[in-house]
RNA sequence: GGGCGGGUAGCUCAGUUGGGAGAGCACCGGCCUUACAAGCCGGGGGUCACAGGUUCGAUCCCUGUUCCGCCUACCA
């Protein structure tokens, strides 16, 4: 068989190719109905707004590793796609559009607007899955789904019924995170608090019977206009007995008490705090406490309200300023201090949040997180790393109940239905006719839609069919691994915990894989407005999806953050075209073969085939351990460092000779190359789709596609250490000859003379049969071996374990130089023999640590004694030489 | 306030039953050797943050200090 390739990869020319070679073979889709030990995932759905940037580069990559070695492996596959509609997220780029367009939503209405986003989604919420396709992502897009389909619809609606009917969801007012610009509730966990300069403002309220003051401080002024009540601590001697007073509120000049109750701090200002029940989380458990009244002061657009009195239509941020100024001219302000404190913002358009009064719908959550708790850990579900655990435990065991209505119209809008006329509500998971109270048909349904990740919560079995009880669900749940970034940890995987173990029995995912996240070389979250994105798009433009994917991999060191540079992608396009290199190579010399790249196994073969097969057994080893425990990167590694150091620099080299003569050895070796390349391309195969299948194909193998072909396993059986051993010597001889060579600035191309000393006359034979390779790889011209050698008085020499390598350099020598390479060699052992023979020396040790410890030092403080006489020796004639 | 992760070569980072410190990039010297200059051969470079402790022996285990990063929390 005859091959062209190019000198270089041009990863553009074949990626395209193989993506449809096998989506048009399916060989992506999972069947469930065959037998077979199952593996699956499921992606974490990448919002429809998205498009591909590094973090989700990495996620998938790491997936589809997964994904592609177990398919291999055998197991019956499968990885389930899909995206989130991303409630706040979509509904904030259609506004833009339509501000953009002169118009609103409300202009619109409700319907209209609904269509709109569903519009948008059609057009422009393919992005990522294309790009994700581009990846290399081997979903099986056959099952392909979305979180507003009607199946997810209606598994969100028989959650959200049962869990009603349970009483483990509830409605209510509530003090909640209120968006002032997207006019919602957001969840605890979706307020993101910043280190911001403030004031504190410390202010006078006048006692109403009596001609003093009290001094309270506040970060936010215009709350006080809410105030119901000012707290002081029962135990605080100052104030004993002053429960029950009534203060004069400046500027509304209403009356509040004084209340007592434990939650104020003594030592806080001056140790009496304005209680505001509608707009602080603390003040509204006090008031709760105390039966205070609620007063909400302000309009869900952050304005005042009419009971701000004469603050009312002022924006909240221009009533405190107007506020101040007031409690200025009255001389009710003490004065202004500043602080530095964290101001909670909206987590998708950074607006302050306000802490707000509303009627919100709350999950219960308590009864939820105990057994997701119990299941982590008594290890159904494996976090990795482990130390993530404790991060699950600690969010878990001190959860809050959950916020999850929105007052946003692009979501699951909740089953509840409100009677015009006797206003009864009804929670159904079928859109009632009529009222089952009075019968009237005057139903209204609630305007509020669900949190995002409350769909999300129900994604692995969503997907999967439920609430139908589908083959599909019966074979794939629980899934195999999640893999995600620990950012949504609580936003997702352990609300997943919860509503799997709820509603299906059995936790979601045998383990949950935690990877680092992607920063800039400086550290720094990668964002656009900081500019300093890296695009997997370019990288894959630029230097081949398979670069990328590697170098994502050989990055996945667990527990960090990563800090990728862009030269780093480089380093792995060149390992793409060592292997491209390598893989001509192997054609090149295919010309006249006639097997396979299957083992031929009657073959008399030779040491350098027996030692490429026993690494190759130890890399396919290797390769499988990192896979197995999520190490990515040593699994990454291993197969790089054994294509590159050990088949390429080692193997193709030593394989020349017999390659490049017509003997009978040339069939042998060039079975073991094609064998051995084919199996390397397979161990890449996951990491590397593309430039595999590529070259793959170009072999004379067995199958359709190398993403179907078995994972090379090792087996133990076929380790050889005895050979391993015996080329390690040959590689060393080798490897001593190049650095006289290279140390001496001898030119590469001039062939040399090669005495070898013996000490041993067992290993002469074994030399001498791999002297070949030797004489090739050193370029040696004669070569003489035995236990008499004779040294010349002119040579360069280095000194192995029972080896002395001498090379006669007659005419040639330059004695400065190798006085130099001996003395730096002296050095060295030098250092170490100090080091070993300080501790075998010392009593203590000798007598404590295990023999074999002991003995093993010894031997090579012994050796390395040796190699010391040896060379000082040597160096004695060189210096003699000088003179 | 509480918790977690980290500090190893110039840079980015690996390194578990505690026993001779590694990789990639960068650097220096030499090579277009018929797969590959995106390459080949050779080389230099580290008190493993600091201080104690346990141990015959610590980059690794324990304690403290310090610096960096992240998560979390109701100090107005």
Request: glycine letters at 6%.
């Amino acid at each position: 068989m005859t091959v062209e390739l190019d000198k270089k990869y041009h990863p553009e020319s074949v990626e395209e190719r193989w993506t449809q070679f096998w989506t048009e073979n399916r060989f992506y889709h999972a069947d469930e109905t065959r037998a077979g030990e199952t593996f699956s995932i499921v992606i974490p759905p990448p919002n429809i707004t998205g498009s591909l940037h590094i973090g989700h580069a990495f996620n998938n990559t790491l997936q589809d590793i997964l994904t592609r070695w177990k398919r291999m492996l055998g197991f019956n596959t499968l990885w389930q796609p899909g995206t989130d509609h991303a409630g706040i997220a979509t509904q904030n780029v259609v506004e833009r559009q339509l501000h953009a367009e002169g118009t609103n939503r409300d202009t619109l209405g409700r319907e209209a607007f609904v269509q709109r986003v569903w519009k948008w989604r059609d057009e422009s919420g393919g992005t990522i899955n294309t790009q994700l396709r581009k990846l290399g992502c081997s979903l099986d897009w056959e099952r392909d789904r979305f979180t507003m389909d009607e199946g997810l619809s209606k598994a969100v609606r028989e959650v959200f019924v049962s869990l009603y009917e349970e009483g483990l969801i509830y409605k209510g007012d509530y003090l909640i995170n209120w968006c002032p610009r997207c006019h919602t509730a957001l969840s605890d966990l979706e307020v993101e608090y910043q280190e911001t300069q403030g004031h504190l403002y410390h202010i006078k309220y006048l006692f109403k019977d009596e001609d003093r003051s009290l001094t309270i401080a506040t970060t936010r002024p215009e709350t006080l206009l809410g105030d119901t009540a000012v707290a002081v601590n029962p135990e605080d001697e100052r104030y004993r007995g002053l429960k029950g007073t009534l203060l004069i509120l400046p500027a509304l000049g209403r009356e509040i008490p004084i209340i007592e109750d434990g939650y104020v701090d003594v030592s806080f200002g001056s140790g009496a705090l304005k209680v505001t029940p509608a707009h602080d989380p603390n003040d509204f458990e006090i008031g709760r406490r105390h039966n205070l009244p609620l007063i909400n002061v302000m309009n869900i657009d952050g304005t005042m309200n009419e009971n701000a009195g004469p603050y009312q239509g002022l924006d909240r941020m221009e009533c405190r300023k107007k506020l101040v100024e007031e409690l200025k001219s009255n001389d009710l302000l003490v004065n202004i201090e500043n602080l530095n404190h964290s101001v909670g913002h909206c987590y998708r358009c950074r607006t302050v949040i306000e802490p707000y009064v509303s009627k919100q719908w709350f999950v219960k959550t308590k009864p939820l997180a105990e057994p997701a708790v119990e299941a982590v850990r008594n290890g159904t579900t494996r976090i990795v790393p482990k130390f993530w655990e404790n991060t699950y435990f600690e969010w878990m065991e001190n959860i809050r109940d959950w916020c999850i209505s929105r007052q946003i119209w692009w979501g699951h809008q909740i089953p509840a239905w409100h009677c015009g006329k006797c206003g009864t509500m009804t929670v159904a998971r079928e859109t009632p006719k009529s009222c089952p109270d009075c019968g009237s048909e005057e139903l209204e349904q609630e305007s509020d839609v669900l949190d995002t990740w409350f769909s999300s919560a129900l994604w692995p079995f969503s997907t999967l069919g439920w609430p139908e009880k589908t083959k599909t669900l019966e074979k794939y749940y629980p899934t195999s691994v999640l893999c995600t970034g620990f950012d949504i940890l609580f936003f997702w995987v352990a609300r997943m915990m919860m509503m799997g173990l709820k509603f299906m029995g059995e936790v979601p995912f045998r383990h949950v894989y935690i990877h680092a996240l992607i920063r800039d070389a400086e550290g720094q979250k990668m964002s656009k407005t900081k500019g300093n994105v890296i695009d997997p798009l370019d990288m894959m433009k630029t230097c081949g999806t398979d670069a990328l994917r590697f170098t994502l991999a050989a990055f996945a060191a667990q527990g960090r953050d990563i800090k990728l540079a862009e030269d780093r992608i480089e380093g792995y396009r060149n390992f793409c075209n060592k292997i491209w290199n390598a893989s001509r190579f192997v054609l090149m010399n295919l010309e006249d073969y006639r097997g396979t790249c299957k083992l031929d196994q009657s073959a008399d073969r030779s040491p350098a085939d027996r030692w490429i097969l026993s690494r190759l057994n130890n890399a396919c080893r290797e390769v499988h351990k990192g896979l197995e425990a999520y190490n990515f990167n040593e699994a990454a590694m291993a197969a790089y460092k054994f294509v590159w150091n050990e088949f390429c620099d080692w193997y193709i080299e030593l394989s020349k000779s017999s390659l490049f003569q017509s003997g009978s050895q040339k069939q042998v070796t060039q079975n073991v190359l094609v064998h051995v390349l084919e199996a390397s391309l397979r161990l890449l195969h996951p990491f590397m789709p593309f430039i595999t299948e590529e070259i793959w194909q170009k072999l004379p193998k067995e199958g359709s596609s190398i993403m179907m072909a078995p994972f090379p396993i090792y087996e133990e059986a076929k380790e050889d250490p005895k050979t391993e051993k015996d080329l390690a010597l040959v590689m060393d001889i080798i490897t001593s000859v190049r650095n006289i060579r290279g140390e001496m600035n001898l030119n590469p191309g001039l062939a040399l003379n090669l005495l070898i000393k013996l000490e041993d006359p067992e290993t002469g034979p074994m030399i001498t049969k791999n002297i070949k390779y030797i004489m090739e790889l050193a370029r040696v011209r004669e070569f003489d071996i035995g236990l008499s050698i004779e040294k010349p008085k002119v040579a360069a020499s280095s000194v192995l374990n029972g080896i002395d390598i001498i090379v006669p350099l007659e005419g040639i020598m330059n004695f400065r130089e190798e006085k130099n390479r001996i003395e730096k060699e002296l050095k060295k052992i030098e250092k170490d023999i100090i080091v070993l023979s300080k501790k075998l020396s010392n009593q203590n040790f000798i007598e404590k640590a295990p023999p074999e410890v002991i003995e093993k030092d010894t031997q090579r403080q012994q050796a390395l004694c040796q190699k010391q006489t040896k060379l000082k020796a040597h160096l004695k004639t060189i210096e003699q030489a000088i003179r």
